[in-house]
């Protein structure tokens, strides 16, 4: 009987049969009834359901885009908590894509950072600055707040700024090595925080602690974009090109050379990988994908002050990466959600429920034990159980399967320097 | 009745296997070898048997005792000491802490006294050396007070890895005459050398370890006198 | 000309020699080995060749340029790489990109390539995969391509380094004791394949060994360290019969020691 | 400028030397950590800020006690910081056992992250338990040893102004320099004090001459806990206000300071804390002077940052650390 049902579920045809029954039993309660989160984690998890399945990777990846694009909001819009599930899917996007970033920098090149968010930040700053009025305190030139459109520039402007951060913190911080890497980092992570809460004088460029606010919604042929389901497909886009080059580089000359650097720092030497430049284009491309949803975070919230850039932050996406899995991008993404989900929306169904059970005088819990509070304890126990019981994370990476009847060639083994193989397509 | 017997003990590296199956056995008063090249396993053996090394399968007999992955600092109490490859002396201590620590489970002051001083009777250099740091010595009285600080447990079984290794000549044949003595008082003595020729003239048996397995064993005489290892180590 | 030539070059640590004042060169396409016991500061002599380590004084030169104080990547990139002692192969990757790893200052495409996955960049890593594969094929490695290295047996592991370090088509390829933990089969196959590889590869080769069979068999040259001293060089017949070679490394002076050890062998087996 | 320098000096100094005091021996505890694992010990500042909340629980709950009137302020202050201390000391053992020796053979990072959770967790145990207790988790103790003592440096020259200090800074100086000591004359005289240095020379080694590995590493986490846990009550004696968040960013300054002072070199990290308490208090008083008013007081965090930073370029070993190099 096991063995029937394992080989049922085995089966390509059985699976896409069950899969799409899920998907539409999921679609449709959560369309229909009034409050369903259960609904809506389920529809969300169908994409994990769907990594796991046999189907070519093209079909996955369109099945998934159809997904996220059309059905989640689509199925999400029945009820009055539409927009609250749209902000929570564009938070678990901008965190999954943030931590791809840190992926690449802790993962692939196995340099510990624990200032991350600085990036984040970086891109924020870059867009809230200039799309209030904010920037004419220092530019003698140009009209500021910068309208909408100037939004759609500025995801690539703050992804530059972000690369560029990345490059100048990582030029002095690269000379030293491991643990020293990471209370660097930290250091620096917490330099721009303090930076971005103080730059109020003698120059007001971040108007300090206040933070900013009204910041300009960004807009698209003259429609603005003000609600979190216009930000959903915004984060959506950059996040389904984050995937993509994320992926690229991993099995890349790029990423191969990052992997080389993490395991032997002195063979990679060896080979002619030049350590400095490999570890500074690390820093500068995870940082990248930080800014430019740092930018939208900015665009999305309308306000930014350094308190949403702290250490925790930081931390919070690193937990990301670990506990998906160092290294791997499936495991990252997933990592990502989950610890997302368990803040924004796990947390505060439990934190709700406490409450009404509190109020119906079902149990009296104190104040001090709210699961809300219980986010850093949540976290520190994820974190021990995981490093003790998981080191590898919830999808540990995978290498590229090479598949050896392609490589297999007649003609054997002739190398000569003249007419370099590698690069000569004559040869073979 | 042999002190210390392996029985086919095999070792390994995380997936890598060090050593295949190596049994062996040293008799009380004997003065044996284990020649080898690089990487052959003669040091895993030693590690196999002073503990720091965890043995798979097989198993270790140390006067009748089963000391099979016994931690280190047990096997040394037992009377086993363990000079490891490269000295591995304590740079930033004393020599006298070094020594010291070589009595780290002796209780008694007069008793760390009185061995500290049969140390400087085969070391006299080290009594001159005391309150110096013991990296900042030469090559030759470091492996001396690498040996110096084994002694301080009073072993039964001494474990040399390469006492010869980086050493002038005039200074390994010193450490070889000590040797000699050392085995004159009568303890055993366990020695790694890749210096064959050296090592089977003052042993009274060697084995030969190649890729983990012992491929050759007989009298020191004997040894020398053979053809493959005359062509193998002795070039 | 020689494809390497060191003069003079000494190499300090703290007030340690360990080498001093040693010049040797490596003739093109030459097969070259350094010997002496361990300790003896083979390795710190490559450490200084590969830009680990630069020399306290003295010049290396590579096809007459030189290349002190370059990085060892810029080394690399002159044309010389090495395997190490300590096998550094890395670990939790293929057997295959350890190889493709070799390959990356040859690979000619860019970020942008990458990202857009441009037709050039797709044939160029599918022509490097190739020649990785017939590298590997060379060294009989080719059906372990999708393993990790760290999970290879070690004279398998001791094969792949050679086979990663000559995907970087080097001109002088060192071999730092590539025989170490090989059974007398694989070292008697390694002997052939070093052997040939110079031809196959075009490259020369400078070898640290301790097996002398093997080093008696395919060297033209050899230089013996001991104390950080080059104290002999020559062809293998020279070195078997310098007697100061013998005293520091082959083995004797023992013999003084050996009557000795008959004697007290006898007083305790009584 | 230089006569406002030299106005503030004298307080300058008394309240850099009581922070450097604590720095001091906060880092002492992070340096021997990582002298005998290298290893960051991430939740040491968090160890600290436990040792501030037992030791404030206990004067409470202590001065509450209508008998403890009878005992001197010096010897309540005693009984209490050995209490906390030992709480500390067996809660670092604890925390060795549970979280980095499992994972002594695992790549480095695992054991940063066991260590950032176990700080999270102690951070929100405390928390809990502070709020449960009394309701909020911000405590103030009771204010002992606050008689004002000023110290007329205006009469040696006009130069300076006078400077005060409570007795409790009298108190945290002497008990942070008898700590040190003592730790000093345990590491450098006693047999287990070179017990943990050959032990974090040569782990295998040491084995090697029977010394039980494992003992006295959890014998370091102990000592080191218990100085980290005695800061703890000192910075609360000497600060008043404490909540659970002060053990994160003073830990990290305090391993800042041991990385300036050479980390795993225990004489480096006292100077190190000295150091750092020196020049953040110097910045506090004079960074708005020195920079005509651009960056003022706030920017004294960023200020002991750049120190760590300038320090591990230029001299990664530290001020008294001895250079270590990979062997090829």
Known sequence: MKEKLTSFLQNKWSQVILFTLFVVITSLSLYLSQKSVVAFLLLLASLLVLYYMKLKNLTKWIVSAGILFILLPMASSGGPAFQSYMEVATMVGIYVAMALGLN??????????????????????????????????????????????????????????????????????????????????????????????????????????????????????????????????????????TIFAVLRFEHSKLGRSWKAVRENEIAAQAMGIPLVKTKLLAFALGATFSGMMGVVFAAKQAFIDPTSFTLLESFTILVMVVLGGMGSVPGVILGAALVTI?????????????????????????????PAKMQKLLFGLLLVIFALYRPIGLIPAKNKKFDESKLKSSNSLSIDRENSVAIDKDNV | ??????????????????????????????????????????????????????????????????????????????????????????????????????????????IIQERMETVFSYFPRLKERLNQKGGTMSGGEQQMLAIGRALMMQPEVLMLDEPSMGLAPIIVEQIFEIILQLNSMG??????????????????????????????????????????IKEAYLA | MPILEVTNVTKEFGGLIANKDITLSVEKGSITAVIGPNGAGKTTFFNLVTGVYQPTSGEILVEGKSVVGLKPDEVAKRGISRTFQNIRLFGEMTVLENVLVGMHKHLKTGLLGIILNLPSTRNEELEAEKEAYRLLEYFDLAPLLNEKAKNLSYGAQRKLEIARALATKPKLILLD?????????????????????GEEFDVSILLIEHDMKLVMEISEQIYVLDHGEKIAEGTPNEIRTNPKVIEAYLGSGAVQLGQRSEASANTTTE | MLQELLFSLPQVLIDGLALG??????????????????????????????????????????????????????????????????????????????????????????????????????????????????????????????????????????????????????????????????????????????????????????????????????????????????????????????????????????????????????????????????????????LSILTGGIFGAEYKDVFAFAILIIVLIFRPEGLLGKPTAEKV
């Open chain 2, 1 to 110: 009745m042999p002190i210390l017997q392996l029985n086919n003990i095999e070792t390994y590296y995380g997936a890598i296997q060090a050593l295949k199956g190596i049994s062996m056995d040293v008799g009380k008063g004997e003065i044996v070898t284990l020649i080898g090249s690089n990487g052959a396993g003669k040091s895993t053996t030693l590690k196999s048997i002073s503990g720091l090394a965890k043995v798979k399968n097989g198993s270790i007999i140390y006067k009748d005792k089963d000391i099979t992955n016994r931690p280190p600092h047990e096997t040394t109490l037992l009377g086993l000491a363990h000079v490891p490859e490269g000295r591995r002396i304590f740079a930033q201590l004393t020599v006298k802490e070094n020594l010291q620590m070589g009595a780290y489970s002796v209780k008694g002051k007069d």
């Open chain 1, 342 to 370: 368990l803040n924004l929306q796990v947390l505060t169904e439990l934190t709700n429920w406490v409450n009404q059970l509190n109020l119906s005088g079902m149990i009296t819990i104190p104040d001090a034990l709210s």
């Open chain 4, 21 to 286: 005091a604590i720095y001091a021996v906060v880092a002492l505890g992070y340096t021997m950590v990582y002298g005998i694992l290298q290893l960051i010990n991430f939740a040491h500042g968090e160890i600290f800020m436990t040792g501030a909340f037992i030791g404030t629980g206990f004067f409470i709950m202590l001065m509450g006690m209508s008998w403890t009137t009878a005992i001197p302020q010096l010897l309540l202050f005693i009984i209490v910081i050995v209490i906390t201390a030992s709480f500390t000391g067996l809660i670092g053992v604890g925390m060795e056992r549970v979280a980095y020796r499992p994972l002594r053979s695992a790549p480095r990072l695992i054991p940063l992250i066991t260590a950032i959770g176990i700080s999270f967790i102690l951070q929100d145990v405390i928390r809990f338990i502070a709020e449960l207790a009394t309701g909020r988790y911000i405590l103030t103790g009771p204010s002992l040893f606050s008689n004002q003592i000023t110290i007329n440096f205006s009469s040696i020259s006009s130069w300076f102004n006078n400077a005060s200090f409570k007795t409790s800074f009298l108190i945290v100086l002497i008990t942070a320099i008898l700590l040190m000591v003592a730790l000093d004359y345990f590491v450098n005289r006693t047999k287990w004090g070179t017990a943990i240095r050959a032990v974090s020379l040569d782990r295998e080694t040491a084995s090697l001459m029977s010394i039980n590995v494992n003992k006295v590493i959890s014998t370091t986490f102990f000592v080191g806990s218990a100085l980290g846990g005695a800061t703890g009550v000192l910075f609360a004696m000497q600060y008043g206000t404490i909540d659970p968040y002060i053990g994160f960013i003073l830990g990290l300054k305090a391993f800042i300071a041991a990385v300036l002072g050479g980390i795993g070199n225990i004489r480096g990290a006292m100077l190190g804390g000295v150091i750092l308490g020196l020049m953040e208090m110097f910045a506090a008083a004079n």
């Open chain 3, 177 to 197: 004791e590539p025989a170490a933990g090989m059974n007398p089969k694989e070292t008697k196959e390694l002997t052939d394949i070093i052997k040939q590889m």
């Open chain 1, 104 to 241: 690449i920098v802790v993962g692939l090149a196995g340099l510990l950072d624990l200032g991350f968010v600085a990036f984040f930040a970086v891109g924020a700053y870059s867009y809230a600055i200039f799309a209030t009025p904010q920037a004419s305190n220092f530019m003698p030139f140009g009209q500021y707040p910068l309208g909408g459109e100037s939004f759609w520039i500025f995801l690539i402007i703050g992804g530059i700024c972000a690369a560029i951060a990345g490059v100048l913190i990582g030029i002095p911080v690269l000379r030293v090595k491991g643990d020293y890497l990471a209370i660097v980092t930290l250091g620096f992570g917490e330099i721009i925080r303090i930076v971005f809460n103080n730059l109020d004088r003698p120059i007001n460029f971040t108007n300090g602690a206040m933070g900013i606010s009204s910041v300009t919604p960004p807009s698209i042929f003259g429609f603005n974009l003000v609600f979190p389901h216009h930000f959903y497909f915004v984060t959506l886009l950059i996040l389904a090109f």
């Open chain 2, 187 to 228: 303890i055993t003595i366990l020695l790694i050398e890749q210096n064959a020729y050296q090592a089977l003239s003052i042993a009274h048996r060697g084995y030969v370890i190649q890729n983990g397995a012992i491929v050759l064993s007989g009298t020191g005489s004997e040894l020398i006198e053979n053809e493959q």
